[in-house]
């Protein structure tokens, strides 16, 4: 299983910048997928997640409003928009699949990605 996140960078606030994630080596379509992050000192924490089917998002507070995640089952890709910028969401954005159980629980989770850097100044 491999997930590749990029699109990563260094941003202003108030900027915008859109993560994706191409997934390998399982079944994509038949995966809820998510975004989490780990700002610098920092526990990991659920961003969002589009079940299979995308028949419905789920956002963390910090996220809803601003972000927003959708797939590509044809490509195998996951995406996170996020808009309005600030510089809390700096961090290290992690995609992730196949949860085994609560969305919100980052060990729920089989499959991480390495990360992309999402640094925003102010």
């Known amino acids: 299983v491999q997930l590749q996140a990029s699109g990563g960078g260094l941003v202003q606030a108030g900027d915008s910048l859109r993560l994706s994630c191409v997934a390998s080596?399982?079944?994509?379509?038949?995966?809820?997928m998510g975004w989490f992050r780990q700002g610098p000192g920092k526990e990991r924490e659920f961003v969002a997640v589009i079940p299979r089917g995308a028949t419905s998002t789920y956002y963390s507070d910090s996220a809803q409003g601003r972000f927003t995640i959708s797939r590509d089952d044809g490509k195998n890709t996951v995406y996170l928009q996020m808009n309005n910028l600030e510089p809390e969401d700096t961090a290290v954005y992690y995609c992730?699949?196949?949860?085994?159980?609560?969305?919100?629980?980052?060990?729920?989770?089989?499959?991480w990605g390495r990360g992309t850097q999402v640094t925003v100044s102010s």
């Open positions: 992730t699949a196949e949860p085994v159980g609560n969305y919100y629980v980052s060990r729920m989770w089989n499959y």
């Open positions: 080596g399982f079944t994509f379509s038949g995966s809820d």
